[in-house]
T-cell receptor, first 118, second 112 residues
Framework: GAVVSQHPSRVICKSGTSVKIECRSL??????MFWYRQFPKQSLMLMAT?????????EQGVEKDKFLINHASLTLSTLTVTSAHPEDSSFYIC??????????????FGPGTRLTVT | AQSVTQPDIHITVSEGASLELRCNYS??????LFWYVQSPGQGLQLLLK??????LVQGIKGFEAEFKRSQSSFNLRKPSVHWSDAAEYFC??????????FGAGTRLTVKP
């Protein structure tokens, strides 16, 4: 089956620094990728949607200058949390789809990245 | 307002007992419906999905779900729960604008 990986699985960084999270589709071309954020004991909240080679579309309330998303290839998307603060600590999950539209027809989730900002 | 509701935050069942997790949605058209399972510290695994056709959908790990249009529900069921089923379960709705919206989740605890 389709596999999506995330790296790192866990990261601790100091307040004010930036951290990059990678999301890779290992055995298919991910035309569309999604980034979600999950707070403890809560549901997933969509942050942004990205199509390969295009700028990401951010959900309302998500700061695009703080959460930089790059989807430069059909197998890799990166989320960079810039000038991280403790309130950015969360579980970040990516998902990928080979489809451009109605991506949930085939959407595969990564294992998530636990970010802790001290 | 459009929403996905999972009324039960936490459910405890005994191993071997039957299970039903509730999910209701409030979207205008018939949405695309999903159930996902998440183990602690892990990503999401798709259990099953409904797009059209037979309203009783079979999934992996012995799970099934039934779409009831009249009740705007898509409840997840399993006839006999195993200890390994303990996890967080999310109902989700796929919208025509390419979005997927998740319910708040139901945490399942399985008693020996």
């Amino acid at each position: 089956g389709a596999v999506v990986s995330q790296h790192p699985s866990r990261v601790i960084c100091k307040s004010g620094t930036s951290v990059k999270i990678e999301c890779r589709s290992l055995d298919f071309q991910a035309t569309t990728m999604f980034w979600y954020r999950q707070f403890p004991k809560q549901s997933l909240m969509l942050m942004a949607t990205s199509n390969e080679g295009s700028k990401a579309t951010y959900e309302q309330g998500v700061e695009k200058d703080k959460f930089l998303i790059n989807h430069a290839s059909l197998t890799l998307s990166t989320l960079t949390v810039t000038s991280a603060h403790p309130e950015d600590s969360s579980f970040y999950i990516c998902s990928a789809s080979p489809n451009l539209g109605l991506s949930f027809y085939e959407q595969y989730f990564g294992p998530g990245t636990r970010l802790t900002v001290t | 307002a459009q929403s996905v509701t999972q009324p039960d935050i936490h459910i405890t069942v005994s191993e071997g007992a039957s299970l039903e997790l509730r999910c209701n949605y409030s979207y205008g058209a018939t949405p695309y419906l999903f159930w996902y399972v998440q183990s602690p510290g892990q990503g999401l695994q798709l259990l099953l999905k409904y797009f059209s056709g037979d309203t009783l959908v079979q999934g992996i790990k012995g799970f099934e779900a039934e779409f009831k249009r009249s009740q705007s529900s898509f409840n997840l069921r399993k006839p006999s729960v195993h200890w390994s089923d303990a996890a967080e379960y999310f109902c989700a709705v796929g919208l025509n604008n390419n979005d997927m919206r998740f319910g708040a989740g139901t945490r399942l605890t399985v008693k020996p």
